[in-house]
């Protein structure tokens, strides 16, 4: 079974990247064609940036030269994702509308002069946006070039103007009903902030200490509901005028910030597609790769995912752009396949030789294509050429790190105990702990009806949980589940209330065996020993058992001594474990797989560390094909069977060698 994108990629997965042809004249469009065909292209992104070009002046469009180039593009064999360009609107719109550019938290209004610059809650800015995505889809929704629409481009920009003011009030009405309302969740009761009209109520913009952590929580999910509701505005007008079996998608940043609900954006898109570029070279990059994978694939909840933008050249440390080795482009883009994906796209196809992006990696680099780049390129596109029958089949998981964006952003905020608090490193942390051991993992909410599915729940950071999470945490873990939740856990509610007489909420506590009276963060650099040899950092509690659980590790210094660090609870037909402090260096591993152990999760078959082993399945029946990623560089030997697509072989009955950096795709079933 294929999706909507696969059937109209005549089965294949999709290979390419963001074209930008306006950049370039006839004799490198020449190239491209000549090029593509070379690389096996079949996808690519167009129009992303080119607001200026198709409406060079309010209300007048010049369609002209993207109709030739997806003439040409349709002529050559290559499928075009077609994108809206408001990302970038153009400098006329900054002129006649700049009340429409963003003002920062401390009240400074940008201008035109680099992309993403523009106030999603500005009327403006909405009517122009929708206006360009409809006659882009009036024009174009039934060119055969067209096999997926683009809205929009990496939605990101926060804006705190007085447009966003008055569309915070109205969202806030929505949401809360009444003036007491909002009063009683935010607590304005507190330091005599208590609003007695709607107009006092501004976005949490600078102040001279704290902002109201209620506030500043609604306004963050106001914000993601504003960027979804500017998405849905131009996805429907696409699909009033778009050609059946054309997916409508934007591109999803997966960063270590995060200002959208990822969970309600893959519910509204047909196709989720993210950006990912990793944080780290080597065997990091391969397991951040993965962590950008999963979590793809989890927010649609089993819908068809894209990659839809990595480098071809490019990782991100720090300071600088560091390349990717000899071999990377195919391995990285066969775990984005392995995880889930159904192709793997570039930013972008030809490297510019002008603009704020110059230095940013393409498939065609500067040196052209004689160069080691272009021939990486080349020959990922004609591995996953073959890799046609993958296309559609699906990832299925035992284990999941839970992962709610409420949390993550009143995690964020001002005030907290400890300032090293940080739900993204705890995130992948957690993610990379079960990578390690071998395992797929999804992420899933807390509130997701469906935790059946899963025999281990890992929750690193959850602080935030309503009550109604709570309960069905609970309850999935009477019913045999295994579940690791880790200190700072379900300490305020959904209002970002603290829970009263005793942490964590209490359904959940009933769960976990025990009750936390008091927070003891550690200074920096500091660690603290535990009993059974291990150590940790950063933070400590002091709990008692509430029922009949059971220390795994204690305490042995200071006021702490002798008190639970490490607790289980057989609960039910379950366990829930909990952990006061953060587990350093391989203990927090060791724990990791003592409850995959517990659980009854294994990898899919046994590896060698920094081998990766992920199978896809069909939908329905039987068969699957698991791929096989070494990232180290020595050779590693796994034992499986199958019919191996990337040599077109089967695999000998004593397995395989894998070379240092090297893949297989076997056919099993």
């Known amino acids: 079974m294929t999706g909507p994108l696969t059937e109209r990629l005549g089965g294949r997965l999709a290979f390419g990247g963001d074209y930008n042809p306006e950049q370039w004249d006839e004799a490198v469009w020449k190239e491209d064609d000549l090029l593509m065909r070379w690389a096996h292209v079949n996808l690519a992104t167009v129009g992303v940036f080119s607001w200026a070009l198709l409406e060079p002046e309010e209300g007048r469009y010049d369609f002209g030269w993207l109709d030739a180039h997806l003439d040409r593009l349709h002529a050559n064999g290559v499928a075009v994702d077609l994108a809206t360009p408001t990302a970038s609107p153009p400098p006329w719109f900054t002129l006649a509308h700049p009340d429409a550019m963003p003002v920062t938290a401390e009240g400074v209004r940008l201008s035109h002069g680099s992309r993403d610059t523009y106030c999603l809650a500005a009327p403006a800015y909405r009517q122009a946006s929708l206006r360009i995505a409809t006659a882009l889809a009036e024009r174009y929704g039934g060119h055969p070039a067209v096999a997926m629409w683009h809205v929009h481009n990496e939605y990101a920009t926060v804006c705190w103007c007085d447009h966003s003011a008055a569309a915070f009030r109205t969202w806030l009405r929505a949401r809360h009903g009444t003036l007491d309302a909002v009063n009683e969740a935010w607590g304005t009761a507190f330091w005599s902030q208590r609003y007695g009209s709607w107009d006092q109520i501004l976005p949490p913009r600078a102040t001279q200490w704290h902002r109201n952590p209620g506030l500043a929580l609604d306004f963050r999910r106001f914000w993601s509901d504003e960027a979804l509701a500017a998405y849905r505005e131009q996805r429907d007008a696409i699909r009033a005028h778009a050609g059946p079996g054309r997916p409508v998608t934007t591109n999803l940043m997966l960063p270590g910030y995060q200002v959208l609900d990822l969970w309600s954006f893959g519910r509204e898109v047909d196709v989720v597609g993210i950006d990912h570029y990793p944080a780290a070279p080597g065997i990091d990059a391969a397991a951040d790769t993965a962590f950008g994978a999963d979590r793809a694939r989890s927010f649609g909840g089993g819908k068809p995912w894209l990659l839809i933008e990595q480098g071809a050249n490019t990782v991100y440390a720090g300071d600088r752009t560091l390349p990717k080795e000899p071999g990377d482009i195919l391995r990285h883009s066969l775990a984005h396949i392995a995880h889930g994906s159904d192709g793997a796209l570039f930013f972008q196809w030809r490297q510019s030789k002008a603009g704020a992006e110059l230095w940013h990696s393409a498939m065609v680099p500067h040196a052209g294509p004689d160069s080691r780049v272009f021939r990486e390129v080349a020959d990922t596109g004609a591995v996953l050429a073959r890799l046609g029958e993958v296309a559609g089949s699906v990832v299925r998981a035992q284990a999941a790190v839970l992962h709610d964006s409420d949390c993550w952003w009143a995690l964020d905020g001002q005030g907290l105990p400890s300032a090293s608090l940080d739900y993204h490193g705890e995130l992948r942390r957690a993610h990379r702990a079960l990578w390690d051991a071998g395992v797929t993992t999804d992420f899933a909410h807390p509130a997701d009806p469906d ?27 009477e019913a ?14 959904d209002r970002h209330h603290a829970r009263l007489g005793g942490y964590p909420a209490e359904p959940l506590r009933e769960a976990l065996g025990v009750r936390v009276e008091e927070f003891r963060p550690l200074p920096d650099g500091t660690a603290l020993r535990l009993s059974d040899g291990s150590t940790g950092s950063e933070w400590s509690e002091s709990l008692r058992v509430t029922a009949p659980a059971e220390a795994v590790a204690t305490y042995t210094d200071g006021m702490l001594a002798g008190r639970p660090a490490v607790t289980r609870h057989s609960y039910g037909a379950g366990s829930a474990w909990y952990t006061s402090t953060r587990l350093e260096g391989p203990a927090y591993g060791a724990l990791v797989a003592r409850l995959l152990a517990e659980a009854g999760v294994r990898p899919e078959v046994p590896v060698p560390p920094g081998v990766e082993a992920v199978r896809r399945h069909r939908p329905s029946g039987s068969g699957s094909w698991l791929f096989l990623l070494n990232h180290t560089a020595a050779p590693a030997t796994v034992r499986a069977e199958g019919h191996d697509l990337l040599t077109a072989r089967p695999l000998p009955a004593a397995g395989l060698t894998l070379p240092p950096g090297g893949a297989a795709i076997l056919r099993q079933g």
């Open 480 to 493: 045999g589940g295994t579940l690791l939740v880790q200190h700072f856990a379900a300490v305020v509610d």
């Open 451 to 477: 935790l059946s599915r899963y025999r281990l729940l890992v929750a690193p950071a959850l602080y935030l949980l309503s009550d109604a999470a709570a309960e069905a945490l609970r309850a999935w873990v």
